[in-house]
């Protein structure tokens, strides 16, 4: 992999910089002097560490806020989420940083914070739905904060951004024009990239679009179910993404970068379907009746 | 997975059954939970046999390992194996986690965040050695422990931040996740993570074994010392998002170690890496040389990694150079001013250190109150690094005067002002003077 596949394509247009120049830039990136080894400065206590340098993982949640979740699946959504963050705490340990920002779209495209927060600080701010579904320009918006410039700005390592889109009904945009935008970012091409259809109306085949496999992509027809999903993908990505990546042991080759390309995002379709298929609660009332 | 349910009881597999009463923590290969057997807490790990490739065989390697018992104390190993469910699926029980023990994670991130039961928030405590002689003595503890499973003909696997729990008031440490331990040169599934798994396993071309373990071992060891990833400078962090082909090349193919005198093309970055610039600037060269060998030809030829037998060496010395000085200030002696051959003085205060010369050692140790040596120092057979032998005390009738301690079980000679040695019995000392000698036997010391 090369470094301009992570370019801004915002950054290039305006400021004419070279994608190499967006990761090579000596502001950021500069090996440390050599150390003068003078023994009279007395910032040297040995047990005076600082926490080890973390990689980051921004976890973008994209929600769908449009009037047809008003109700149960926004009360269900609103709860779950408050619960999740918690479970999420968990999984960065000692060698991640996890943050998360959540995109919400109906008629219009908002951002739940200003930037992505740290995990142990998030906080929950419940989701009202009304409008329509601009899933489209949710994905521009999207495209446009994924870039070094904007919310995945940390100084050291990032891991790959989980992103997981939650639907329950047909965009009213040009969803395809969006996904266009954003499958030119390589944030997303090397992201864990995950869906949830809520409901009858929203259409799996545009998740996988969205995702690049149906193996990525689960849905959910009632409370019970959408409770479990949202946990399943949210925490099973989360794990995936937070961590590097843990290698097959019965290669018995020399393995090359063709073996584990997008081997994360693999792993996750196969998490998922697995975890999916030993958690099946038929007894709720679906979504789509009773109403 | 076919997960437990609280309340639900496992069959063990002779007899009894296991209550689960709550979950612990999940890994990689399945759930831990708090379970009760035989009116006794444990904790019960119960696999995800689904992820495993070959659980059959990975079951009777457990068997195997219950069968021989632990290396030695240092391990919280695996106690009972329960009854194999009807679709195969199993588990087993081992000693919780004593209280005073936080996890490696817990030191590395500095803190450790308690969560709040009523809010659901965290709540961050300080997690960090309380002495500079606790974190040596845990280091000596860890690789002590891997000798020990290493002489027993087993291997690790996969030896990661995960697999430790300290505590950091003594340096105790207790080596968890012990199921993965297998017979060297067997494997039963495992791979590890890049970052700890050593370069040929994260290629594809060698499973894990001794070899790979002294890798292992000695990324954390770095860790614990430097706080830092020993393949992670300016060469990685230029790629900015780790992808697994990124992993690969940096934890593979390509590892660059980021002192390596020969490669400078991936040093660490201020701003990122500032504890492993700060440290490596404190340590002294002896220890610096023995991770550079491990991260540079140790790389390519696992025959050149450093044993624990060495190790355990190099920091059982690092542990007789520290000094605590009267002023506050505690250091290793390479951060002291070597003021002539015998003495150290303190660079802030300007307090002076005599040293001691033993006659197994090739280098000085420098003496201060409340500075001890350990049985393995005088004793030339003995591995006994936590028993203290000696200590330098105050005289309780006789205020400001020094004086050795012998607190071993063995009489001591030691040589007196007037010239003549005399016999000093466990319990009683003799005061540090210009000429001192002492005889322990085997081993000879001399100021």
């Not at chain 2, 292992?216 to 706080?227: D, P």
């Amino acid at each position: 992999m090369s470094n301009e596949h992570f370019t801004e394509p915002e950054v290039n247009e305006n400021q004419n910089v070279s994608p190499l120049d967006d990761f090579d830039n000596a502001e950021t990136v500069s090996a440390a002097p050599k150390s003068d080894n003078s023994i009279l400065d007395f910032d040297d206590d040995p047990l005076s560490a600082t926490s080890v340098s973390k990689k980051s993982l921004v976890i973008f949640f994209l929600i769908d806020t449009s009037g047809s979740m008003k109700g149960k699946k926004m009360g269900e959504l609103n709860t779950v989420m408050e619960e999740l963050i918690p479970e999420i705490r968990r999984v960065g340990e000692a060698d991640t940083e996890v943050k998360v920002a959540v995109l919400t779209f109906s008629t219009e495209v908002r951002w739940m914070y200003s930037n992505p927060i740290p995990i142990e600080d998030f906080e929950w701010a419940r989701l009202r739905a009304s409008g329509v579904t601009s899933m489209g320009a949710a994905f521009k918006e999207l495209n446009h904060r994924m870039s070094r410039n904007s919310f995945l700005n940390s100084p050291s390592l990032s891991f790959a951004p989980v992103i997981f889109l939650m639907t329950d009904g047909y965009p009213s945009d040009d969803y395809k024009e969006g996904l266009r935008e954003l499958q030119t970012n390589s944030w997303y091409k090397f992201g864990l990239k995950a869906a949830l259809g809520i409901g009858q109306e929203a259409n799996d085949n545009i998740l996988a679009e969205f995702t690049g496999s149906k193996d990525t992509v689960v849905h959910a027809y009632s409370g019970g179910q959408l409770a479990q999903m949202i946990k399943i993908i949210a925490v099973t990505s989360s794990q995936i993404g937070s961590k590097s990546m843990t290698l097959s042991d019965d290669t018995g080759h020399e393995i090359g970068e063709e073996d584990v390309f997008a081997a994360k995002q693999k792993l996750l379709g196969q998490q998922i379907q697995e975890l999916v298929s030993t958690k099946t609660d038929g007894d709720d009332v679906p979504f789509d009746t009773g109403w | 997975m076919i997960e437990l349910e609280i309340g639900q009881e496992v069959e063990m597999e002779f007899g009894g059954k296991a209550k689960v009463l709550s979950v612990i923590g999940s890994g990689g290969q399945g759930v831990v939970y708090l379970v009760r057997f035989n009116g006794q807490k444990w904790a019960l790990k119960w696999y995800d046999i689904n992820k495993m490739s070959k659980p059959a065989a990975f079951r009777k390697n457990l068997q195997n390992n219950i069968n021989d018992g632990p290396p030695s104390n240092k391990f919280l190993w695996p106690k009972y194996l329960t009854k194999e469910a009807e679709d195969g699926t199993f588990g087993y029980i081992m000693e919780l986690k004593p209280e005073g023990f936080d996890s490696f994670v817990d030191i590395l991130n500095t803190y450790k965040l308690e969560v709040d039961p009523l809010t659901g928030r965290g709540v961050k405590r300080p997690v960090k050695f309380n002495t500079l002689s606790a974190m040596v003595t845990c280091v000596i503890n860890i690789v002590n422990a891997f000798r020990q499973l290493h002489r027993a003909g087993k291997s690790y696997q996969d030896l990661n931040d995960g697999g430790f729990f300290i505590n950091v008031n003594t340096g105790a440490v207790l080596v968890c996740d012990c199921d993965n331990i297998a017979p060297d040169g067997s494997n039963f599934g495992i791979g590890g993570k890049p970052g700890y798994m050593a370069p040929e396993v994260v290629r594809g071309i060698a499973q894990p074994n001794v070899q790979t373990d002294k890798y292992s071992l000695a990324v954390v060891l770095f860790k614990l010392l430097f706080r830092g990833d020993p393949m992670e400078g300016e060469k990685v962090v230029k790629d900015v998002c780790l992808t697994e082909s990124s992993e690969l090349k940096h934890y593979g193919q390509n590892a660059v170690f980021v002192y390596d005198p020969d490669d400078d093309s991936n040093r660490p970055v201020r701003g990122i890496h500032d504890n492993i610039i700060k440290f490596w600037r404190i340590y002294p060269d002896y220890i610096k040389e023995a991770f550079i060998r491990s991260f540079t030809t140790g790389i390519s030829d696992p025959t050149k990694r450093i044993i624990e037998n060495e190790w355990q060496k190099l920091f059982i010395r690092l542990r007789s150079e520290i000094i605590q000085c009267g002023c506050g200030r505690t250091n290793f002696s390479s951060m002291f001013i070597h003021q002539n051959e015998k003495t150290f003085k303190c660079p802030k205060c300007g307090m002076e250190f005599v040293t001691i010369g033993f006659s197994n050692r090739d280098y000085r140790t420098p003496l201060y109150l409340g500075c001890k040596f350990y049985q393995c120092e005088i004793i030339p057979e003995s591995d006994d690094f936590t028993a203290v032998a000696g200590e330098l005390v105050e005289n309780k009738l006789k205020p400001g005067v020094l004086g050795i301690k012998n607190c071993s079980d063995r009489q001591w000679k030691a040589k007196m002002p007037d010239g003549e040695f005399y016999d000093i019995a466990p319990g009683k000392g003799f005061p540090v003077w210009q000429g001192l000698e002492i005889d322990f036997g085997e081993v000879k010391a001399q100021i």
